[in-house]
């Protein structure tokens, strides 16, 4: 079902699959902060319970 294009095709799909990669980086560098930040809080939070005893 895919519409016919004719001589944008080229750019078009591109400019699709490039906004998907896009997307997917945008996503993976979200999940891979998200992870860092958890691990750099657990530890502040373990050092500060530390502190307190």
């Known amino acids: ?9 080229g750019v ?3 400019s699709w699959g490039l906004s ?6 945008l ?3 979200t999940l891979w902060r998200g992870r860092k930040i958890k691990r ?3 530890e502040a939070e373990a050092r500060a319970a530390e502190a307190r005893r």
């Open 1 to 9: 079902m895919m519409p016919e294009l004719g001589k944008y095709a």
């Open 12 to 14: 078009v799909l591109s």
């Open 20 to 25: 998907i990669g896009l997307i997917a980086a």
């Open 27 to 29: 996503l993976a560098l």
């Open 40 to 42: 750099a809080l657990a």
